[in-house]
Structure formats: C-alpha cells, structure tokens
C-alpha cells in the first residue's frame, strides 16, 4: 500500500486483517522511493496506490508506480470528488479504482481479488498470442522452401532432370507425399492464426449453403472415388445463410474429407440438409468405430489428436478445431454425435437469412442436389 496518510493506511490494515480466506500480508510505503525499495525486496501480488503523494500527484503518480512494477496490478484509491480521475487511471493500465470514503470489508477484498484474477488471465492471454505469433512467423517462413521442394520433387518425377530408376521413382513419391502433408499443416496454422487474430475478416453476404455444399461433394466425391449420397429433407426449402464463401467450402470440404478418412470405405457418406426453425442444419453422416461418448464433445479442441490405437486419431488435432472456429464465426456451432447404430455424424448449424428477408437478386439460384 503506497499511502501518506498513515490513519487511512491503519483503517485498511484493519480491514484486511478481518480476512480469513485468504489471508493478506500487507506493507507500507509513504512515497514512491519507499514502494521501489520495498518491490525490490519481497513478492507483491498487487498494490493500493494514493495518487496525491508528497513529491507526486494524480496520474503521474501512476506513471512513476507502473514504471517500477511494470507486472503489478495497481488498484487506484481515490477521493469521492475524483471519480473522474479514477476512471481515467483505468484507461491508463490500472485494474480498478476505489473511492477511499466507500471503501468496505467485502468491497476491498473483492477488488483485490478481481484485479489479481484479471492481471493473471491478461498475463494468460498475452503469453498465448505470443506464441500464436510465433507458430505464424514459424508456418510462414516454413512454407516457402517447402514450396520450393515441391517444385523440385515435381520436376523429378517428371524427368525433367533425367531418367529416374524405379526405386529412386517410388522414393521421391514418398518424399512428394510427406512435403504435402507438411505443407497441408503449414497451412492449417496459417489459417487458424488468420482466423484468431483477427487478420482473415470474414466477407458475410448472403450466400446459398446448399450450393456451395454441391459444389463441395462434387469435388470430394470425385477426386476421392467414393460415393457420398445427399439428400434435401422435404421442408427444407430455405439454404440461404450469411457466409463468407471460402470459409464455408474449407468447412464443408474438411468435413467431408474426414468422413471419408475415417470411415468405412464400403459404406457411402451421407449428407443430408433440414431446416429447424431459424437455422440450416447439415448432417454429414460415415460409418465405422464410433468415438466414445466421453471424447465426442472435446474433439474440436485444439491439438486433440484422440486415444492412440484405440479409436480416430488425427494428424494434427488443427481440422476439426479450424471446422468449429469457422462455424463459430458464422453465428452457428458444429456438433458431434457418435453411435455404432447410426454412425458418427457431424451436424453444421448455420443461421438462415428469413425468406421474406432475402435480397433479390437476379443471380441467385435454388439448388436441387441429388
């Protein structure tokens, strides 16, 4: 507590000391220099700071204090005619304000205890987007001579630079599929950081999901060989969403992929689409070895990757936590439901545009898929 005022300072000590859980260690300072001494010799979890000092007022006070505990919460305390200048100190970096003549048992602990709370989730979230920084910089700079390597493996297998023995053939595929492979991540990350930080801004207009989901099977069903059935309930008549395009075929494309993946490659996927009061549901339906029921709700976590050797397990835990991010960002969610009776099935939940609400437009088309 950095307080001139030592009546003030021994009402506080009181208070605090009424406190059980948790209990509080509290030490003086009257001045500045007296709160630099102290914060060099022991742990504080926060400071009660006057800003009317002897050598220092009002916000440069706080100044000077943030200066020498730059990682210290600060809770300004205030007189009932400076109010003002308790919500400016919040604007400059203090966690609270407090005003002296109001100042009770319950109030004070409870503001110790949020301003604490808060500069830890802070400290939290600075350290998290410190590192989504890292692994962007990293992504990208990794991308480009795994660009390059590509080219380079291409070219080979070409013979653009000379004939290729069998075996030496089949070890540059190899090397071919695993460049790919590492790419497809470099670009997950890349993705999922455009989409956290803020940096992708999604482009939503209206947009018809059922078009874009045909577009997506199509493209799926073709270069993977396998059969995916889709079916339009009969009260489905409305598909229009507000979207960002590309966003919503990364979704569905990802999606549909998976399914194929993991499921059993004798049976079709289906997909099937219904509307539920304000809202285009999509089910994208495989068979194979359900998830437990324990697992089906944390498997959109970032880098869950599931139980080895046992049931699905991803490359890299980043597909399906970019699916519900997308999902998310469209105002809808993306749920999982696993049984071995009717498969593993991933319902989309999107917003509809209300028909009577539609923009007319003379591009606009309903799709029928088939």
Not at 328 to 351: D, F, V, Y
Request: proline fraction near 3%.
């Amino acid at each position: 507590m950095i307080e001139d005022d030592g009546h003030y300072r021994k009402f506080v000590h009181e208070l605090l000391s009424k406190q059980t859980d948790p209990s509080f260690i509290l030490t003086y300072a009257s001045s500045i220099e007296e709160a630099q001494a102290n914060l060099e010799q022991s742990q504080t979890n926060v400071i009660l700071l006057d800003l009317n000092l002897p050598q220092s007022k009002g916000l440069t006070t706080l100044s000077k204090v943030q200066e020498i505990a730059p990682q210290c919460p600060i809770i300004v305390l205030t007189g009932s005619d400076n109010e003002d200048l308790g919500l400016q100190a919040v604007s400059m970096g203090a966690h609270e304000y407090l005003v002296k003549q109001h100042i009770s048992k319950d109030s004070l602990v409870r503001c110790i205890r949020y301003s604490i709370e808060r500069h830890r989730v802070d400290q939290q979230r600075m350290r998290m987007a410190a590192i989504q920084d890292f692994t962007a910089m990293l992504a990208h700079d990794l991308k480009v001579p795994m660009l390059g390597a590509e080219k380079v493996l291409e070219a080979l297998l070409a013979k653009q630079l000379g004939e290729l023995t069998e075996t030496q053939e089949q070890v540059i595929n190899s090397l071919r599929d695993a460049n790919k492979n590492q790419l497809r991540l470099v670009q997950k990350l890349l993705e999922i950081y455009r989409y956290e930080s803020g940096e992708s801004s999604l482009d939503l207009r209206e947009v018809d999901a059922a078009a874009i989901l045909n577009d997506c099977v199509s493209e799926i069903a073709a270069s993977k060989k396998v059969p995916i059935a889709v079916k339009i309930q009969a009260e489905c008549t409305n598909t229009v969403t507000k979207g960002d395009e590309q966003a919503l075929r990364q979704l569905f494309i990802n999606l549909l992929d998976n399914a194929i993946k993991y499921g059993d490659n004798t049976k079709s996927v289906n997909v099937i689409l219904q509307n539920k009061k304000d809202s285009l549901n999509i089910h994208i339906q495989n068979f194979g070895v359900p998830l437990p029921s324990g697992i089906q709700h944390i498997i959109f976590h970032k880098f869950w990757q599931g139980i080895p050797g046992k049931t699905y397990v991803a490359n890299t835990g980043l597909g399906l936590y970019l699916c519900h991010r997308i999902a998310h960002l469209h105002r809808g969610n993306l749920s999982c439901k696993s049984t071995k009776e009717e498969g593993t099935i991933m319902t989309i939940r999107l917003p509809l545009v209300p028909a009577n609400q539609l923009a007319e437009s003379k591009n606009r088309s309903t799709i029928i898929l088939p």
